[in-house]
């Protein structure tokens, strides 16, 4: 495991694989997440990218930021397209077309993952596929102004599911990805953050090396549409960690293990004050509105510990 | 000259798949081209090919898996019809702007609704404004034919468009017809290996492929879509006559049948072609003048060749086997826009009929015939044919 020093070097020296110049928002993870990501592959890799923020902001003709081969076709189908591309690649390779190695990566966000690219993602797991998918969630659609989607958190503003009169925002719970992949019996989940450097390389290596489809689940604070100052992103990204909010964990040949469990997890407020996306929350109205959020949390997080206990494989 | 067997158009396209041997192949079955995947899937579990086969889980993502696998820099195929076209359309649409030359079998099926499962056009003419080269086919050897033919017109560095080859669903897909197939190594050469170019697999070579193109270039990529369609007729016509040496026949961008007197023409595409023949037959022995053109290569439209072809013909019907609603009938658009330039235009009616895989005779082909040569025609309002009540 290289030191974070030598992370950096790989992120940000001379073979860097996705490079400075692109149209993201200040203060966006993105581009952390994909060059750490990119950087924990030893080999080539060969990048499909659904629609989305990630998409727009670094390829728009004619500059692109990606310095390793990428495609992207529409919104809801990186999983199958990488499905061909790996199809393709066994019989290039078979037939002695190509000689070089190489590692796929499939990369959406949660509109082109949890939702309208669902299907693909699970029909590819199913099969098989040896290639990695990122999913960089910052919990709604935030590349067309924030509309929900099926990774918005519960109580949660957006423009699709408003605040109002008689709305506090989202009223469902999100769907949980990193279950839903591990249940394909697949060699490698996780479910990692931005700011946590070390885990996210660690993992992403991991679901390279893996001897079939892996999934990782990258929570990414969305400075624009949750609404808080562009130097804070990896302080959301850590306080979603240590108030169980988003848990470091992962699934390795169906087992699961925690990577991080917080001594003193902070309490939800913790996270959610400060982003816009929350701000009603904290009127007296909506108080049983956090503390229903607060217990779902726990509960949640008191049952990941049990899974981890109990040995049990997905 | 190749080895005759009895074979259904399904297996007709599957044979002329086997023989090209992609690199990849991801479909997802339909009626009625369900035959076509399960055909080539026993090629692939018996080791015939070598081609990597995706059993995917939609239509949507067989067409997202093939650009993918075309991308990468396979040879890569699919096949469908009606519904499964109609559920893949997105990524139908953006095939031809990344100028991948996917080739497509299609089995042509209504659209829903009411839902069914045979024969008409309305699946292909919904997007044929798309930028896929269209190629019609009135039997099984035409399928067959037509698919080789395709691979080596799409893939062409002039053009690099993909193309769909149809077929009538069950008249052609399931009726079992002698075909003659040629032999592996004559048609292997002539449809050869696809240039790894462009492919995104080459590593050393690295591309952005799909990128965000905004209002100051997009104009530019269509333009140079356009350009590469307009490549299609010079390449098709090259290509044709190499396959024609090996299989002895011609690939003109339409056939004509006994047109050179004829006094009225009915025009039609696929498998009614062959009725329409029949009934030509019928009526020329009775010393009535009728003909036939029937349009091989849709997209691109041979506008200028149909026009000289149609030039002296005084009275002509269009069949179309589906509706545009509201408007001419899509093949009888194409033939008033193509004679439009006439300085002594024919008169014209056109004709619906066989939606939902209604059959047509071949006496209400002479009846057609008939009323093309009584002059009673109205080119306002379209007619029906075998229409109930």
């Known amino acids: ?314 | 000259m190749g080895v005759r067997k009895a074979i259904t158009g399904a297996q007709a396209s599957a044979e002329a798949m086997r023989q090209i041997n992609p690199d990849v192949v991801a479909a997802y079955p339909i009626t009625p081209q369900t035959p076509i995947v399960e055909e080539f899937a026993k090629y692939v579990a018996d080791g015939v090919v070598d081609t990597e086969m995706v059993a995917v889980e939609s239509e949507h993502s067989a067409m997202s898996a093939v650009v993918g696998a075309e991308t990468a820099g396979a040879r890569a195929m699919s096949a469908t019809s009606s519904q499964g076209l109609a559920l893949m359309w997105e990524v139908v649409a953006a095939t031809p702007g990344l100028r991948l030359p996917i080739v497509m079998s299609l089995v042509n099926r209504t659209i829903s609704a009411p839902i069914n499962i045979h024969c008409d056009h309305s699946d292909v003419m919904g997007l044929t404004t798309l930028g896929w080269i269209q190629i019609f086919s009135e039997n099984a050897q035409e399928v067959y034919e037509n698919t080789l033919l395709a691979i080596r017109v799409a893939e062409d560095n002039r053009v690099q468009l993909p193309a769909m080859v149809n077929q009538d669903g069950f008249i052609t897909s399931h009726a079992v017809e002698p075909v003659e197939i040629f032999d592996d190594a004559s048609v292997q050469r002539f449809v050869g290996a696809r240039s790894l170019d462009r492919a995104l697999l080459d590593v050393k070579q690295v591309r952005s492929v799909g990128p965000l193109v905004l209002p100051d270039y997009l104009f530019e990529f269509k333009r140079a879509q356009e350009e590469a369609m307009s490549k299609v007729f010079e390449v098709y016509r090259e290509v044709g006559a190499e396959l024609g040496a090996i299989t002895g026949r011609q690939y003109p961008f339409f056939e004509t049948y006994q047109t050179e007197d004829a006094e009225a023409v009915i025009v039609v595409l696929n498998s009614a072609a062959g009725t329409t023949k029949a009934a030509i037959d019928i009526m020329r022995a009775h010393g009535k003048k009728v003909g036939l053109l029937k349009p091989i290569l849709f997209r691109p439209f041979p506008y200028a060749e149909v026009r000289e072809a149609l030039k002296n013909v005084p009275v002509i019907g269009v069949l179309d086997r589906s509706m545009a609603f509201g408007a001419c009938a899509p093949l009888y658009a194409e033939l008033r826009n193509a004679l439009w330039a006439l300085d002594k235009r024919p008169a014209m009616q056109s004709y619906i009929y066989g939606l939902g895989g209604r059959d047509i005779m071949t006496t209400e082909i002479e009846g057609v015939f008939e009323e093309l040569l009584s002059g009673k025609l109205d080119s306002e309002h379209q007619r029906y044919i075998g229409l109930r009540g």
């Open chain 1, 1 to 314: 495991m290289p030191t974070l020093q030598e992370i950096a070097w790989k992120t940000d020296g001379p073979d860097i694989r996705f490079v400075s110049g692109h149209r993201m928002c200040s203060g966006c993870g993105i581009g952390a997440i994909v060059k750490t990501v990119l950087a924990a592959s030893d080999k080539p890799v060969v990048v499909v990218n659904a629609t989305g923020c990630l998409e727009v902001v670094t390829t728009t003709y004619p500059f692109t930021s990606w310095n390793t081969p990428w495609m992207h076709l529409t919104f809801e189908n990186a999983a199958s397209v990488a499905s061909g591309i790996e199809a393709a690649y066994k019989a290039l390779k078979r037939s002695g077309k190509i000689t070089d190695d190489v590692n796929i990566l499939a990369i959406g966000g949660d509109g082109g993952t949890y939702d309208i690219g669902f299907q693909a993602l699970s029909g590819a797991l199913e099969r098989r596929h040896k290639f990695m998918y990122l999913v960089y969630d910052n919990e709604a659609y935030m590349n067309t102004g924030d509309q929900r989607s099926g990774a918005t958190p519960f109580g949660a503003n957006t423009t699709t599911v408003p605040v109002g009169k008689v709305s506090f925002g989202k009223p469902q719970w999100r769907k949980n990805l990193v279950e839903i992949a591990a249940a394909h019996r697949i060699p490698y989940v996780a479910q990692t953050a931005a700011h946590s450097i070390m885990d996210l390389y660690k993992k992403a290596q991991k679901g390279f090396n893996a001897d079939g489809p892996a999934v990782l689940a990258v929570l990414q604070p969305c400075t624009t549409n949750w609404a808080f100052d562009p130097s804070l992103t990896m302080q959301y990204s850590k306080l979603a960690v240590e108030t169980n909010f988003w848990p470091l964990y992962e699934v390795e040949n169906g087992v699961v293990h925690i990577n991080v469990k917080p001594s003193n997890r902070k309490p939800i407020e913790e996270f959610l004050k400060g982003q816009t996306r929350f701000r009603h929350l904290f009127k007296p109205e909506n108080a049983h509105v956090i503390v229903e959020m607060q217990k779902m949390i726990d509960d949640e997080w008191a049952r990941l510990l049990k899974i981890e206990e109990s040995g049990i494989q997905f």
